[in-house]
């Protein structure tokens, strides 16, 4: 009997074993397919989250290049407005004429800004502006910087304070300057009284630098909105400016393209402190550099301007006639060999429109006119078009590049140092 039951008791527990084996087995294929059926889910979703920032991409792409195309659209018009607004400047008028004139020139130069800027957001945000880093005195920076809110912030009865330290940093040079100046005019748009503070220190292999104002102070509810677009959080600078609210979200985008981390400090009624951490460089063995001091006479200068736009066309025309020089103006290539009083009439310098009508080149011109005179004739460009891609066409035919609008003072002298060089 004891051998029975034993066996009958071997034989329950291999029967138990083999129920447990198949409910184990089951329990295995169940889990197997809601892993496999949770993975393909989590691929579905992968799939659908690539194609919308691919989607989102597109999107960002496909704006950056309408706002290109649009700026350079505006920026035509306000090109000729301004010409002719030098022109007019350059003429005999009154001190209430003169001053209308400095009126409309603030206000063209406040529409550049924001139609630059614009399109600077998008670039931004498109990925399309990639930093440039090297090694940057910290002091040739906060010059700049100095020299172009200094005399703003004396009107204002305002200190602007430069502590640069001797330091030096690693970031990419324009992206950087951008960022100060938006800080520091911001920074003197809502000082009343006081002053600010732009200072550099180092912490171990970082370097900080500070915009310190004592200005009214931005409330906590406000200190993530205001590197939004647009937006001002209700606020009018002392002097009665509406600032369009992009200057801090330029601030923003441009600090985490370069990867500089970027905070905030303030107390209402007492002033704000922006504070900017970048990587500690290396000094860099000085270069000498010679001041050179450019002359602006173009009497007599024998000028071929080639311009597709009508009205920037008639206001350089008008420009070099208050200069005492020659002016051969053409909307297009054709035009100006019509134009062109012969074989002998070579002319000392020329200025070419990049972008003409019927998806033509000002360059082809400048090559045109070099090749039939057998010289290498100065030529400067002019587009409002500010890809890097131009740029590098424009160089590579050996011809100076200025972006439109055109300062006529910057126009006057390099045409002068171009043909003092030649």
Not at 326 to 339: E, G, K, P, Q, V
Request: glycine letters at 8%; one cysteine or more; proline letters at 4%.
């Amino acid at each position: 009997m004891s051998q029975v039951e034993r066996s009958m008791d071997q034989r329950g527990t291999a029967y138990s074993l083999f129920q447990t084996a198949i409910t184990l087995e089951g329990q295995v294929r169940a889990r197997t397919e809601e892993l496999t059926a949770l993975m393909r889910s989590l691929e579905r979703s992968n799939h659908a989250l690539t194609a919308a920032k691919e989607e989102a991409e597109r999107a960002n792409r496909s704006k950056t290049r309408f706002l290109t195309a649009a700026s350079h659209d505006l920026l035509q018009p306000l090109n000729a407005a301004r010409l002719s607004l030098s022109a007019l400047g350059d003429l005999s008028a009154g001190t209430e004429a003169q001053a209308i004139v400095g009126q409309v020139e603030r206000g063209l130069q406040t529409i550049e800004d924001l139609i630059k800027t614009l399109l600077d957001i998008s670039k931004l945000d498109a990925g399309l502006i990639q930093p440039v880093p090297r090694s940057l005195k910290v002091a040739d920076v906060m010059a700049s910087v100095e020299a172009s809110f200094g005399p703003l912030a004396a009107r204002k009865g305002l200190r602007l304070a430069v502590r640069p330290g001797g330091l030096w940093v690693s970031s990419d040079l324009l992206l950087l300057q951008r960022i100060l100046q938006n800080l520091v005019s911001n920074a003197i748009r809502y000082t009343e009284t006081g002053g600010v503070l732009v200072a550099a220190r180092a912490r171990g292999d970082a370097v900080r630098i500070d915009v310190i104002d004592s200005g009214a102070g931005i409330p906590e509810a406000d200190r993530d909105l205001i590197f939004e677009e647009f937006h001002r959080g209700g606020r009018e600078s002392v002097d009665g400016e509406i600032a369009l609210g992009l200057g801090l979200s330029i601030v923003r985008r441009s600090a985490e393209a370069l990867g500089h981390r970027l905070t905030l400090a303030s107390r209402v009624g007492h002033g704000s402190r922006f504070t900017l951490m970048l990587p500690r460089a290396a000094p860099e063995a000085p270069r000498p550099v010679q001041p050179v001091v450019l002359p602006t006479s173009l009497t007599g200068a024998r000028i071929a301007v080639i311009e597709n736009d009508r009205a920037a066309l008639e206001a350089l025309a008008r420009l070099f006639q208050h200069w005492d020089a020659y002016a051969l103006a053409a909307r297009d290539h054709l035009s100006l060999m019509r134009l062109m009083p012969g074989s002998t009439w070579v002319p000392d310098l020329i200025i070419a429109d990049y972008h003409l009508d019927g998806g033509a080149c000002g360059l082809d011109t400048v090559t045109w006119l070099r090749t039939i005179h057998g010289s290498a004739i100065p030529a400067v460009v002019t587009t409002a078009d500010h890809s890097p891609e131009v740029e590098a066409h424009v160089r590579a035919v050996g011809c100076e590049l200025i972006h439109k609008p055109i300062k006529p003072a910057q126009l006057r002298a390099l045409l002068a140092h171009l043909l003092t060089r030649n």
